[in-house]
C-alpha cells in the first residue's frame, strides 16, 4: 500500500497478466512488513517490452518481475545479467541501481534450490545422482542450481531428444542424457527426481513413469503446482517417497526480488503458502 510519496514502487510485466500470483505474494509481504511501498501488475504486449523495461528508471521505479513473453526481451535489454540469468537465458527479475542501470537476474534456480532445502533438509547434493526429467527453461533452472549446489551427475531426459542434448550440452559433463524410453530404468541410484514438464498439469497428459526403482530414501520434486497433488507426487508418497509440489518454488524465487527492491528479506511461510493456495482454489 502506498502511503507516502517516497514509496517504493515494483511490479510484474507479462501478456497476458491477470494469472499472475506475483501480486498477491508481493502484497502479503508488504501488508505483513508494514512497508512503504506497492507492487502493480502491468499487462504490457510483446512489441512493448523494451519500452516498458527501459521506462523503470524513468518512472522511479524499484524494478520489476518479468514473465511470458518478456523473459528472453528482459534478458536482451537489461544492462547487465547475474550468472544465473546468463546460464539459463532469460531473466525474470530486474533491479533498478542507483546509477539508473538494469541489473537482471534469473531467480527460479535459486526458489527451486531454497524450497528443497527448506522442504527436505536431510537432501544430500552430493550423495546421489539426480533424475530430472525435461529440457525446457525450468529444466536449465534446476540443473545450474543442482550442479552448483554440489550434484556431481545429472540425468537428463525429454521427449524430444535433441533438446535434451542441447542442454547438457551447455553444461559439461556431467549431464548425462537419459532415453525417454528408459526414463523408469534410469531412477535406480538416484536421490532426487524433478519433473520440470507440464506433463501432470491440468489440462495436461499425465506423466508415464514407474517409481519402483527409485530408492525409497529420494525425493521427488514436481514444479506442477496445479494440481497441488500430481498423480507422480502421489504414487511417489504411496511407496514411501518424500514428494514436494511446486508450490513453494513459485514463493521462494519471489524472496530476490522483493529483498532487493524493499528492503527486508521476507519468510516464505504457511500462511503465505495458505494465502496463496485460496487463491488456487
Known amino acids: 500500500m502506498i502511503t507516502t510519496a517516497k514509496a517504493k514502487i ?3 510485466i507479462g501478456w497476458p497478466i491477470s494469472h499472475s500470483r506475483s501480486p ?5 509481504w508488504l501488508d505483513r512488513y508494514n512497508i512503504d511501498g506497492a507492487y502493480i501488475p502491468f499487462a504490457v504486449k510483446s512489441e512493448d517490452g523494451v519500452e516498458a523495461i527501459r521506462a523503470l528508471s524513468k518512472l522511479g521505479f524499484s524494478g520489476t518481475n518479468v514473465t ?11 544492462d547487465v545479467r547475474d550468472a544465473a540469468a546468463e546460464a539459463i537465458g532469460a531473466v525474470n527479475t530486474v533491479v533498478v541501481q542507483p546509477d539508473g542501470s538494469l541489473h537482471g537476474s534469473n531467480t527460479d534456480a535459486a526458489g527451486l534450490l531454497a524450497h528443497l532445502r527448506a522442504s527436505s533438509p536431510g537432501w544430500n547434493a552430493t ?8 529440457a525446457g527453461g525450468s529444466a536449465r533452472a534446476a540443473i545450474f542450481a543442482l550442479l552448483g549446489a554440489g550434484v556431481r551427475e545429472v540425468r537428463l531426459s525429454n521427449r524430444t531428444r535433441d533438446k535434451a542434448e542441447t542442454l547438457a550440452d551447455a553444461f559439461g559433463h556431467k549431464v ?8 523408469s530404468n534410469a531412477l535406480a541410484g538416484c536421490g532426487l527426481l524433478v519433473n520440470t514438464t507440464s506433463l501432470g498439469m491440468t489440462g495436461q497428459p499425465a506423466l508415464h513413469i514407474v517409481l519402483e526403482d527409485l530408492p525409497r530414501g529420494a525425493v521427488v520434486y514436481d514444479i506442477v503446482y496445479s494440481p497441488l497433488e500430481t498423480p507422480l507426487l502421489a504414487t511417489a508418497r504411496a511407496q514411501g517417497n518424500q514428494g514436494i509440489d511446486g508450490l513453494g518454488m513459485l514463493l521462494h524465487q519471489a524472496t530476490p526480488g522483493f529483498e532487493a527492491w524493499f528492503g527486508i528479506k521476507p519468510v516464505v511461510d504457511e500462511t503465505l503458502r ?6 488456487l482454489t
Open 274 to 279: 495458505n494465502v496463496i493456495l485460496s487463491d
Open 176 to 183: 548425462k542424457i537419459i532415453d525417454w524410453r528408459e526414463r
Open 10 to 12: 515494483a511490479g510484474v
Open 24 to 28: 498477491l505474494i508481493h502484497g502479503h
Open 127 to 134: 550423495a546421489a545422482p539426480v533424475m530430472i526429467l525435461g
Open 68 to 78: 511470458l513473453p518478456h523473459k528472453l526481451t528482459a534478458f536482451q535489454t537489461v
